[in-house]
């Protein structure tokens, strides 16, 4: 936890003494293996919540039409063995810090069911500020309420979205919680109605959008976290009834449509050969029954779901896009995960990462531009602060560990 505050004081001391001001800047090149790969590329993650393994065309899904979503993967790479993290909390505080939950500080050196970033804790949004980078955070945060823990407090320039879920329970009539839509720190709207609840993804959609062409000039970096497919679900009228799979079909098929007015800005502003995009879910699906039933996804054939160490709950559906420096079509097996953006965001952009501190993510730069292997030599899956599992190739040992654990 020093180092992790020590390191976060040098960026402070750094963003004082050079001034560092938000201004255009071209894209520059170096030579990578005979291609030209931008020294300062954008960075886009859309970050489902709560997504199956089997929800999408590519990864399977038999009913869920995701043509959007099929079409990146047929120009980028499809990742079969990308991990994130059992549950909301933790997962996006190991995507923005590149550690394990475990070893993440919080307030009062505790450890919370959902992780609450520690406000010396160093984003990566933090790390790319340091090479001029916008930052915005729009959907879910999650990482925390407290002083010093909100986006804007962790190296967001701007946020759009919801403190943490968008509620817990299958219908938001069953429950008191209201979440609120906050621009930066100020209450926009509070979701009171399934009408409401489904404009969220045409929202943040938007909100992105606008971001990506008033910063087409500079580097950016997009964090878009989707509240959906959490429930209580939410689809906008143009989506509902659309789908062969009901529903939740509805609401994955309403995402592709969002995914897809990110890729068309994309090309519209010509930033599609600078600019990596990856789409991901921060954990497995919800399913509880009598309680969620058609409300949550499939993890297919995978074992498990959401808060558990099962294949299921914690290997993710990944795809990988950046126009002219990935393979098209490709199947990628090796083992990568999200507190990877981390160490491969920082070496992309030139930014230098933290060396003083002990991150857990891969720097994953040669494995999708050169096929190289993942420098992963082990994955460890956490739940809460149990340690559950290690796998180690091809090879998972599953640990006892107590029913109901402390």
Request: glycine share 8%; charged share 25%; net charge neutral.
């Amino acid at each position: 936890m020093k180092k992790r505050i020590y390191m976060r004081k040098r960026i402070l001391l750094y963003l004082l003494l050079t001034g560092i001001l938000f201004s255009s800047v071209g894209c520059k090149n170096e030579k990578v293996n005979n291609l030209e790969t931008p020294t300062e590329p954008n960075f886009i993650i859309f970050f489902t919540d709560d997504l199956g393994y089997n929800d999408i065309e590519s990864f399977g899904a038999p009913r869920i039409k995701t043509p959007n979503l099929n079409k990146m993967a047929a120009e980028g790479i499809k990742f079969t063995n990308f991990y994130a993290q059992p549950l909301c909390g933790p997962s996006r505080a190991a995507l923005l810090t590149g550690s394990y939950p475990i070893r993440i500080g919080e307030p009062q050196n505790t450890k919370t069911l959902h992780t609450k970033l520690h406000p010396n804790e160093i984003t990566i949004a933090e790390v790319l500020k340091t090479k001029d980078y916008k930052t915005a955070c729009i959907g879910k945060w999650h990482a925390g309420e407290g002083k010093g823990q909100m986006p804007n407090e962790q190296g967001f320039d701007y946020f759009f979205g919801t403190p943490k879920f968008n509620g817990h329970t299958k219908l938001i009539e069953q429950s008191d919680f209201r979440c609120q839509i906050l621009r930066n720190k100020d209450t926009v709207k509070t979701i009171n109605t399934f009408e409401e609840m489904g404009q969220l993804t045409r929202m943040y959609t938007k909100e992105a959008v606008t971001f990506i062409k008033q910063n087409k000039d500079n580097p950016f970096f997009l964090y878009l976290a989707h509240n959906m497919p959490h429930v209580p679900l939410g689809a906008s009228e143009n989506f509902r009834g659309k789908s062969e799979d009901g529903f939740y079909g509805d609401v994955i098929e309403e995402l592709d449509w969002s995914m897809g007015e990110i890729l068309k800005v994309l090309k519209q502003e010509n930033l599609d050969k600078n600019t990596l995009v990856i789409f991901t879910s921060d954990n497995g699906p919800w399913i509880e029954d009598g309680v969620i039933g058609n409300h949550g996804g499939s993890a297919f054939p995978l074992r498990g779901n959401k808060m558990q160490t099962w294949e299921g709950g914690i290997r993710v559906p990944t795809i990988m896009r950046w126009k002219g420096q990935l393979k098209e079509g490709d199947v990628n097996n090796e083992l990568l995960t999200t507190m990877d953006f981390f160490p491969t965001f920082s070496s992309l952009s030139g930014a230098e990462a933290p060396k003083d501190l002990t991150i857990d993510g891969k720097d994953f730069t040669g494995v999708i531009l050169q096929d190289k292997k993942s420098e992963h030599k082990l994955f460890y899956y956490y739940a809460y602060t149990h340690l559950q599992a290690v796998r180690d190739k091809e090879w998972k040992l599953v640990l006892p560990r107590p029913a109901k654990p402390e």
